[in-house]
């Protein structure tokens, strides 16, 4: 079956990085896309950072471009985010998912999710 592990998450200071790792396994990971979603306390999961399963095309939303970058090692079945200069308002769980095709910014392309790693930011 699908397994997602997160790891990474931790508290930091705003203006501080961070990187993300996810590790697959019980799919095709290179025939996949992958994704980041996040979830603050009383807010919907909200889709991230999406990448293409070869890694060839990426997409963040708004609220992060220019600080958040996705990638991927398919020969080691992970994605990572980096998270750069941090703001309080990123404070969340990020979780990964498995898309059930090649690419998509549909949050609703996505079918399994990991537990999450929880990221804090705050000063």
């Known amino acids: 079956q699908v397994q997602l592990v997160e790891s990474g998450g931790k508290a930091v200071q705003p203006g501080n990085s961070l990187g993300l790792s996810c590790v697959a396994s019980g799919f095709a990971f290179s025939s996949r896309a992958m994704a980041w979603f996040r979830q603050a306390p009383g807010k919907e999961r909200e889709l991230v950072a999406v990448?293409?399963?070869?890694?060839?095309?990426?997409n963040v939303v708004d609220s992060v471009r220019g600080r958040f970058t996705i990638s991927r090692d398919n020969a080691k079945n992970t994605v990572f985010l980096q998270m750069n200069n941090l703001m309080p308002e990123d404070t969340a769980v990020y979780s990964c998912a498995v898309a059930k095709t090649y690419y998509t910014m549909n949050p609703g392309g996505y079918e399994s999710w990991g537990q999450g790693t929880q990221v804090t930011v705050s000063s």
């Open positions: 990448i293409s399963s070869s890694g060839g095309i990426t």
